[in-house]
């Protein structure tokens, strides 16, 4: 009886413990329980499908001052036009809808560029360390304390194209790439911090340290072992940019340097400011989609910021 106790009581086996799961689908399981990250994600949803589909719904060309469907300049909302028309007898909402394109254009562009130099540049200073580290943070503080705007007016005077016959005429404008990539040149720094900060951090590692054990090559140990881990952060910090590369090309285009045969909401306030008490929903359109646009990208690199430093939020 003894011998029977012993065995009833002997303790069951457990089973074989499962894989842990992938960091992106344990950061996407808390970025969904995250409210402030799926706001921006709807948010962000919301500009994109703007940008993708609404061309093709936009009830007006942008460019269209037609007299048959034009009730004329700063006429109120309507059912012809739901958000009226500016001091220039454009559709407000027409316009508004081809900005999208041209918002996320500038966003993604310019991070792209940001993205790429911030990488390379941090991604060495952290791998190779030393002197080198030191030349190459020393070159990212001086691109974090250049005055972006003063660096684009100037470019305006050098670079700028003269609008004719227009009723602007011989105001120097940027053309869009050029605004791209002067926002992208002056927007890698952060990037580049904390990818030197990722890099420091990873390259010690164990994993790491096999790889250089089997005769990985130093690319490979860049590029396969320790850019995937970093990625996490810097998904969250590219986010938080590509709201804030949106905001800038507001700023350029409300400052009257914006391309004007590019349809964008900085545009359209600089046209319609000066109408903000006769016609505010010329101006006030435009200045909600860039909050909204905005708002969601920072909403959306806080969900991000939850979801992959959990530590972070507690």
Request: net charge positive; with cysteine.
């Amino acid at each position: 009886m003894t011998d029977q106790t012993i065995t009833s009581h002997a303790p069951v086996p457990k089973p074989a413990r499962k894989p842990a799961k992938g960091i992106w689908r344990q950061a996407w399981q808390r970025f969904a329980r995250s409210r402030t990250g799926m706001l921006g994600f709807i948010l962000v949803a919301l500009v994109v499908a703007t940008a993708l589909v609404g061309p093709f719904l936009a009830p007006f060309d942008p460019q269209d001052q037609s007299p048959m469907i034009d009730p004329g300049a700063k006429a109120p909302p309507s059912w012809t036009h739901p958000l009226g028309t500016d001091r220039m007898g454009y559709d407000v909402l027409s316009r508004l809808i081809y900005g999208a394109p041209t918002a996320l254009a500038v966003g993604l562009g310019a991070m792209s560029i940001a993205s790429v130099i911030g990488v390379l540049v941090g991604g060495v200073a952290g791998y190779r360390g030393g002197t080198i580290d030191e030349v190459l943070m020393r070159f990212t503080d001086f691109f974090l304390v250049i005055p972006v705007f003063v660096v684009i007016l100037a470019v305006v005077r050098l670079l700028g194209v003269a609008i004719v016959n227009t009723p602007f005429e011989s105001v120097p404008y940027l053309n869009l790439g050029v605004i791209i990539l002067l926002i992208g040149m002056f927007s890698w720094a952060p990037i580049a911090r904390m990818t030197r900060a990722e890099f420091l951090r990873l390259k010690n590692q164990e994993f790491v340290e096999a790889a250089r054990c089997i005769g990985a090559t130093s690319g490979d140990i860049l590029f396969r072992h320790i850019l995937p881990n970093a990625l996490p952060s810097l998904v969250v910090i590219v986010a938080l940019g590509i709201g804030g590369a949106v905001l800038a090309e507001a700023m350029i285009g409300f400052l009257g340097f914006g391309d004007p045969a590019a349809v964008s909401w900085g545009q359209l306030l600089y046209f319609n400011y000066e109408a903000l008490k006769v016609a505010p929903w010329a101006s006030l359109s435009p200045g909600v989609a860039i909050f909204i646009t905005v708002l969601g990208f920072n909403l959306l690199a806080d969900g991000l910021t939850d979801a992959f430093n959990p530590r972070a939020k507690r």
